[in-house]
């Protein structure tokens, strides 16, 4: 059964400089149970896409075309009070990139995972035995309700994050980023919880994540992004085997190097500005194959085997 599909979205963001190009035309789809990671660079759009899902997106941002059908619902066409309703933190859930450290300073953790079930009506003492209970789910104990932020370890307040997103048995979770600001052993614990969390709530995760080997421990299906274009798209097995983008490649010869957030040595150059990106496929500056048409247009999406889909000129027969 299909969960969600995202089809052709396309974002602008509005600044000072210029219109950022973010997001063009991007789509992928997500079966119920699955888990999907989007991979690529700082500035691929990976957030931004996740923003787009969770209809969280900033002020500046402008989403100019696309559907996102979540349950055969698009959810962009539903009005703020319907989305609130039904399905933000109800449905869908997000992991924001660096959630952990956006706690309030001043609010004990009941006060912070309460709030969006009061929000939707739940009385308060349900509220909080709906909280206790998600607390121990994700392997805390119930007295951490009454703590505040600094009494708690950065993987324990974390896990006060996780256990806010599934607290309502979504059955979409967005983790952005969920363990890079942590320490490698802390980092394994949590990738441990979210497999046992995956399993014992059949939930679906979207895991954005610049760490392929990371992602490779979760994902069903994988997404590369580049300067806010799909470049290649499909299962796992089949593009941690035999990745066909040459950016996917180059992902993949660097992946022990990947820990940090930071651009690549092993892909010379780096994303594009996207208020001018480059004319034709957007990674020509950098691609080692790059030709003569590669410059001059852009690449169709070209389906390859079993849905594997890439966007790039090598693969166009004739
Ligand atoms: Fe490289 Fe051309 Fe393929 Fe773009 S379309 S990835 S420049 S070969
Ligand atoms: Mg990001």
Redesign the pocket.
Known sequence: MVLLNVKNVRLNYITTRGIVKALDNVSFSLDEGETIAIVGETGSGKSTLAKVITRSWEENARVIGGEVIFEGVNILGLSEEEFRRSYRWVKIAMVPQGSMNSLNPVLRVVDQMIEPLLLRGIPRIDAIKIAGDALESVGLSKDVLTKYPHQLSGGMKQRVIIAMAIQSRPKLVVLDEPTSALDVMTQANIMNLLKRLRSKFKLSYIFITHDLALASELADKVLVLYAGKVAEFGSADVIYSEPK???TQGLMSSVPTLREDKKLSFIPGEVPSLINPPS??R??PR?P???D??RREE?PLVTLENGHVV????YVKG
């Open positions: 983008h040459p950016y034709g496929c990674f020509h691609c194959f790059a030709m048409i590669c690449p966007a790039c000129w090598l």
